[in-house]
């Protein structure tokens, strides 16, 4: 029962409950102290781009998600307790999904904060949102514009930070491919000097627009062995500073990156032909124009067979695909086409990456 003290006013005495008020222990909020987070932090791995990662860890994590997709749903639920926030600008079908279902698969927990949810670097600075986010959350995914918003985003951040698109880099789109390739041509095999030897000598021909999913590979592929020839529209070519990139690089000195003239001279004795959309999101005012440069681009089996690949080449699209891009024959061609399969793959390999950025070895 409540104690009742006496409270004396003019002209009247009131009883009054005794209110129970608890001491409050003080706590400390260690990751509010900024200089000293950003140095305590600094061996801090995060998920930006495949640049980042040697050839034999990019490996490590595709042979992973191959193990990982052959296990499921026995997979341990290592993630218990965690969650990952989303922040995402822009929309997104795959990679929401098969981040949502990979953590869920593995115990933990999504936040999807939409672009109306919040607006990254708007209403409040990305080193400040940053900030507050990786306080209370153990993982981070954001989609952005510029891809300098996601590198602040993880300079400020206490816990990993994962690129799920920018304008330069999409690097779990392209870990999806691998492990595609890896399935399609190397069987079941988990033995990581397999892998190596598989992807080793391929030749990837990309048609289509100087894009993000480019640039990825282009800083990946050679890393693994694997040659890339590339053909875009004159109004379109590969920047500068990311054919640096690419050429930094290049560990394999029979490794080659080549600008063809054309997009049957790119094909021409290629494994693997990959395309994506010539209209990325924010685009859309730019489709009529377009849709003129990329006249003579449209990836069919008439262009194919004249370009002469390799005999059991494969297609790969990151999706969502549009008629101009591709024609029907190869798009659902169930001996070439491999589309679906690489979007099934998104799943696994951020999977793998999850796995990986919340070890007990990156915290």
Known sequence: MLKQ??????????????????????????RYNLEKNIESRSNLRHFLTLQ?????????????????????????RILEGKTIAMMFSKRSTRTRVATETAMANLGGS??????????????????????????MADCIMAR???????????????V???????????????????????????????????????FNGMVFSWVGDSNNILYEMMVSLPKLGISLNI???????????ILEYANQSKLNKDTKITLCGSPTEAIHSSNVIVTDTWISMGMEGEKKQRLKDFEGYKITMDMINKAGPR???????????????????????KKHS????????????????LQYLLSSKNQ
Request: proline content about 6%; hydrophobic content about 35%; overall charge negative.
């Open 231 to 241: 053909s875009t529209p004159k109004a379109h070519p590969v920047p500068k500073d």
């Open 5 to 30: 003290v006496l409270l004396s006013g003019k002209g009247s005495t009131l009883l009054c409950p005794k209110i129970f008020v608890p001491k409050i222990q003080s706590r400390v909020y260690h």
């Open 338 to 353: 491999l589309v679906f399969q690489e979007a099934e793959n998104r799943k696994w390999t951020i999977m793998s990456v």
């Open 160 to 198: 990993p930070v994962i690129n799920a698109l920018s304008d330069r880099f999409h690097p779990t789109q392209i870990l999806a491919d691998l492990l595609t390739i890896k399935e399609h041509f190397g069987g079941s095999s988990k033995n990581v000097a397999d892998t190596k030897n598989l």
């Open 52 to 76: 980042e990662y040697s050839g034999e860890e990019i490996i490590n994590l595709v042979d992973n998600s191959a193990k990982l997709k052959a296990t499921h749903p026995k997979n341990p």
């Open 311 to 333: 005999e059991n080449w494969v297609f790969m699209h990151c999706l969502p695909r549009k008629q101009e891009e591709v024609d029907d024959e190869v798009f659902y061609s």
């Open 144 to 158: 952005v514009n510029g891809h300098k918003d996601i590198v602040e985003f993880a300079k400020y951040s206490s």
């Open 110 to 135: 999504s936040l999807f904060l939409g672009k109306d949810d919040i607006q990254l670097g708007v209403n409040e600075s990305l080193k400040d949102t940053s900030i507050v986010v990786s306080s």
